[in-house]
């Protein structure tokens, strides 16, 4: 029987030879050599840990995708999409820049390439400077957006609210996002998914995905915008908390320092039962993997999930998408209050 460590090492060999098995330069002979393991192994052993993470991911097999069919009496904005014809439009609600590809941006770089039109608002800029002050994270937000095909970038003025025990003081001349009035910020969201005709809002779980209370809030606001705007779909992007814990148990096989707290997991995202689509992502994994490299500040600095975001990011295109080609959502009812349901939005 394997120890720990021998079975960590042992997963490690298996991942670094998935990595080098897709740069088409190496032989086989020289993958072995670089991975400890025999020539003649090198197929079995990628295939074996190729299968392995697919049932560390693949949580929801009997779940449904997302269609985004053309809404039947969309009008068309000229110069955002390269045809002519009906498109549907997607607005994803995130709390803070980077959670747009982290949670959706498979999913937004879908809809925009199957012609439909996609807008992000994000509740906040992170960042405690005034009213007036550009966020540098709003640039790297705008260019994250730009390689996801996104048409639209919106800030809704919030101030970020951290995550931690203490929640400080307003910066000048703004609010953060956690104090914010629900209606006050949900009739802000309302009006923009208004002026978009927006069929579709992608918003978060109830648990705010980890918890976060800037997360927390999006749910809350996202839910009750909805309502006011008469949105014909709500989805709220989510995780299965079975994968997240399996996956945690990955992250410290291979010792990737992320600081996390066990028992906060156990009650994080959503439980598989909960989630009512899948969206398969992996033919969108290198803008997804681009996009995220766009947020140089939080790639390069010392947050917790720094370290996993530089890992994410230095994965050869097909890994990443083997390790992140799918994401989640749980639909929600959404009361109409202005207009029904159109027809042309569906599941698969």
């Known amino acids: 029987m394997k120890t720990p460590k021998a079975a960590a090492g042992h997963l490690r060999a298996i991942v ?10 190496l032989s086989e002979s020289e993958i072995g050599a670089t991975t400890g393991i025999s020539p003649g192994a090198v197929k079995p052993h ?10 560390l991911y693949d949580d929801n097999r009997t779940g449904t995708g997302i269609a985004f069919p053309p809404a039947s009496s969309r009008a068309v904005l000229t110069g955002h999409l390269p045809h002519n014809g009906p498109m549907a439009t997607v607005l994803a609600f995130h709390a803070h820049p980077d959670d747009e590809v982290l949670m959706t941006g498979g999913t937004l770089a879908r809809a925009a390439a199957e012609g439909h039109r996609v807008v992000i608002a994000v509740a906040t800029d992170h960042m405690d400077a005034g009213a007036h002050t550009e966020s540098p994270r709003l640039a790297e937000l705008r ?5 996801l095909g ?8 919030y101030a970020a609210s951290g995550h931690g025990p203490v929640l400080y003081p307003d910066p000048p001349g703004r609010t953060r996002f956690a104090r914010a009035d629900t209606q006050e910020a949900a009739e802000r969201l309302a009006a923009l998914l208004r002026e978009e005709d ?9 648990n705010g995905g980890y918890g976060h209370r800037d997360h927390v809030k999006v749910h809350q606001v996202g839910r009750r915008a909805a309502e006011l705007a008469g949105t014909p779909r709500l989805l709220e ?11 945690m148990r990955l992250v410290r096989a291979l010792r990737i320092p992320f600081r996390y707290d066990p028992d906060a997991l156990r009650t994080a995202y959503s439980p598989r039962s909960a ?6 992502v992996r033919r969108f994994a290198r803008q997804k993997q681009a996009a995220l490299a766009a947020h140089r500040s939080q790639v390069a600095g010392t947050g917790r999930l720094a370290p996993v975001m ?16 799918r994401e989640w959502f749980a639909e929600v009812p959404v009361r109409p209050a202005h207009r029904p349901h159109p027809a042309g939005l569906r599941s698969e």
């Open 275 to 280: 989630i009512t689509h899948t969206l398969g």
């Open 198 to 206: 927006a069929d579709l809002l992608l918003s978060y779980d109830a």
């Open 46 to 55: 990628p295939a074996r840990g190729s299968a392995g993470t697919h049932v």
């Open 143 to 147: 260019a994250s957006a730009a390689v």
């Open 310 to 325: 530089r890992t994410l990011v230095r994965l050869p295109a097909p890994l990443f998408g083997l390790l992140l080609g």
């Open 150 to 157: 996104v048409h639209r970038v919106v800030h809704l003025g």
């Open 237 to 247: 992007a989510t995780m299965p908390r079975e994968t997240i814990a399996r996956a």
């Open 16 to 25: 670094r030879s998935l990595h080098l098995k897709y740069w088409p330069d």
